[in-house]
């Protein structure tokens, strides 16, 4: 199969974790939507990384979809539990992990746009929502080792992609200060070659 992503991207990131932790074999092929020269409408009409193609040419998006196949396609390292409510309760961590990435995306592009004509209502709106959504996963991890209790599952991917997405685009979101168990939670994190290995790069 085949991954096409780039090396910034949090939600690319996530699917490469996942790939990684279940051991499955993938070729990378890099793909930057934002180039004019991008290949990826040809797979995904919504035109976003991360797309993954199956050997039977098959096309998987977004990175929730894609994620939840890899867990059940592989017996080992199951990262979503089958119980219903600690399942939904990892999808939930994921969408505020995904949320907090589609908000700094957006500033991300909004500070791309000509000075004059850059929203600073619409900048503060997403930093607002990432700073509440910082405030309930430090509220929801509490002292845990992990986000579902003290097992490793997506939710903790998912949080570490978020935390190092803003890391790496917005240095100046103290994040580390202001929730020391979310700095925690990252560290615990990049001690696996999983999460060491695909930190956002330029
Ligand atoms: C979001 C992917 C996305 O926005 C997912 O896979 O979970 N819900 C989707 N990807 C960005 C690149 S990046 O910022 O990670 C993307 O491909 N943007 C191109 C576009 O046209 O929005």
Request: one cysteine or more.
């Amino acid at each position: 199969m085949k991954l096409i992503g780039s090396l910034t991207s949090p939600y690319a990131r996530k699917a490469r974790i996942v790939l990684a932790e279940k051991k499955i074999e993938y070729d990378f092929e890099l793909d930057s939507p934002w180039t004019p020269d991008s290949k990826v409408a040809n797979t995904n009409p919504l035109g976003k990384i991360p797309v993954l193609v199956l050997d039977d040419d098959t096309v998987l998006f977004d990175s929730r979809v894609i994620v939840e196949y890899l867990d059940n396609v592989a017996p080992n390292n199951k990262l979503m539990p089958a119980p219903n409510r600690e399942r939904t309760e990892v999808k939930r961590w994921e969408a505020l992990s995904d949320g907090v990435c589609d908000a700094a995306v957006q500033i991300f592009l909004e500070r791309k746009r000509p000075a004059g004509q850059q929203s600073a209502e619409w900048i503060a709106r997403q930093e607002d929502k990432i700073a509440r959504s910082l405030e309930f996963m430090s509220a929801q991890l509490g002292d845990n080792a992990s986000c579902m209790g003290t097992h490793f599952s997506l939710a903790d991917i998912t949080v570490g992609c978020a935390l190092g997405y803003l890391a790496f685009r917005f240095p100046d979101i103290a994040w580390r200060e202001s929730h020391p168990n979310l700095e925690r939670l990252y560290e615990k994190l990049m001690l696996r070659p999983t999460f060491a290995e695909t930190v956002p790069q330029d």
